[in-house]
């Protein structure tokens, strides 16, 4: 997918496409507000095109699905139960006995011009019985598919890649939703890295192959991991060139392309690799067209953005990078006024750094609840269109403290939580 394909509408007013990442649920569930029912999913629609938004990246699921799948091993969202981090979200449930979100979505976009890619979370199984509502049975079902940490703890949130049946399970959702017919398949790897940790599946091999132990190796150099990170992170790459494989079959049958963007955090190259996510070879080895960045400071090591580095390597390969602005310090769940939490200047300046580096678009996460704020309008109004940024970034004031906050991934931890240092316990990459 080449740059000059990115659609703009019409009616967005934007120089640079603008990319709504969207749960449909999260502002009625965040904001306790009563669900209308199906009208939710048109009124999310609406919005995000009223905003300026010109593509809608809509939720497939996470470990749970959020459409209809035919798929018997595929958990539907809150078919467990309703909790979601102690919460009850049965108005989902009954949205979804009603109406698939996915193809009710997919109707409203075809009518209205606009495109409407899906996004999976690659790996986020949350695995905790006060989270049963967006936890698969294919999840709680099997243990032993869950991956380990460095200290040798279980992680039920995350399954391990290692595993033919964990990629096989993904690939699945994928292709199925690639039939339903979405334009673009978004896999988000921000939800969760690190992508691989310390499974048998993934240490065993490596120490057959190297005779190093990894769970033994502590250092602040990255060169003594590197052997270890570059082993998982060809793990990945193995299930990305699986899914290539699987989708260019499809595209064949079904006579339509169906690209696959990754999204990714905004880190340093050695960082990418610690995570799993060799995006260079990705783009190299055309297993992608292009790359949709988030801001993500998470690892103490390094926590500075690296827009510049991604945007270069797309473009040297002829592939997208698509720029990011998180909802941290833009929205507060239940407050719908700003109240102090949210200055306008960071998020000009982030989202002009990132058109400054050469990103071809921008993504807004959260958007469904971004749309309904009103103290955002100005922003949303304006963010695709670089000279605009550019102009307020400068000309706004600028927050009396500090606010590095503001526009970052939602997960982002502005001290660091990870570390390569076997001090972090079960955050140590």
């Known amino acids: 997918m080449a740059r000059e394909q990115l659609e703009l509408r019409e009616t967005s007013g934007n120089e640079k496409p603008v990319f709504g990442i969207s749960e ?13 029912g199906p009208e939710a999913l048109d009124e999310c629609v609406d919005l995000h095109l009223q905003a300026g938004c010109d593509h809608l990246v809509w939720n497939l699921g996470r470990s ?12 539907r969202m809150c078919e467990n139960g309703d909790q979601v981090g102690g919460i009850s979200w049965s108005f989902v449930r009954k949205v979804m006995d009603e109406v698939c979100p996915l193809r009710h979505a997919l109707a409203l976009c075809r009518d209205r011009g606009a495109q409407l890619w899906g996004r999976l979370g690659m790996n986020r199984h949350y695995g905790r019985a006060d989270w049963i509502g967006v936890t ?8 032993a598919f869950r991956e380990v940490t460095k200290p040798g703890n279980e992680d039920a949130s995350r399954l391990c890649y290692a595993l033919a049946e964990v990629r096989r399970e993904r690939i699945d959702i994928l292709l199925e939703c690639q039939r339903i017919g979405v334009d673009g398949l978004v896999l988000d790897f921000c939800r969760q890295m690190p992508m691989l940790l310390y499974h048998p599946a993934l240490v065993e091999p490596f120490m057959a192959e190297t005779g190093v132990d990894p769970r033994e190796i502590d250092s602040d150099d990255f060169e003594q991991y590197r052997a270890w990170f570059q082993y998982r992170a060809d793990v990945l790459t193995g299930f990305m060139n ?7 079959i499809q595209e064949g049958k079904l006579g339509r392309r169906c690209p696959i963007i990754a999204r990714v955090p905004d880190n340093a190259r050695w960082l990418m690799l610690a995570y799993g996510l060799d995006s260079d070879r990705w783009c190299e080895e055309d297993l992608i067209d292009g790359l949709m960045l988030s ?11 690296h827009v510049g580095y991604h945007a270069a390597v797309a473009r040297r390969h002829g592939k997208l990078c698509i720029g990011g602005v998180g909802s941290k310090g833009l929205i507060e769940s239940r407050v719908e006024k700003n109240t102090g939490f949210y200055a306008p200047q960071p998020a000009y300046a982030l989202a002009a750094q990132q058109y400054a580096a050469g990103v071809d678009g921008m993504s807004l996460y959260q958007s469904e609840t971004l749309v309904r704020m009103a103290y955002l309008a100005q922003f949303l109004s304006d963010v695709g ?7 307020q970034a400068n000309a706004l004031p600028r927050p009396t403290r500090l606010r590095p906050e503001i526009g970052m991934d939602w997960h982002a931890h502005i001290e ?4 390569l240092r076997t001090e972090a316990g079960d955050a140590a990459l």
């Open 24 to 36: 449909w649920m999260c502002y009625y569930a965040n904001y306790d507000k009563p669900c209308p």
């Open 242 to 248: 699986e899914l290539r494989q699987a989708v260019r």
């Open 416 to 419: 660091g939580r990870h570390s």
């Open 295 to 305: 801001p993500f400071p998470l690892t103490r090591e390094d926590l500075d953005l």
């Open 64 to 75: 749970v699905v959020d459409y209809w799948s035919e798929l018997p091993h595929i958990t």
């Open 136 to 143: 698969s049975r294919f999840a709680l079902d099997n243990p």
């Open 385 to 391: 269109v670089p000279a605009t940024v550019a102009e």
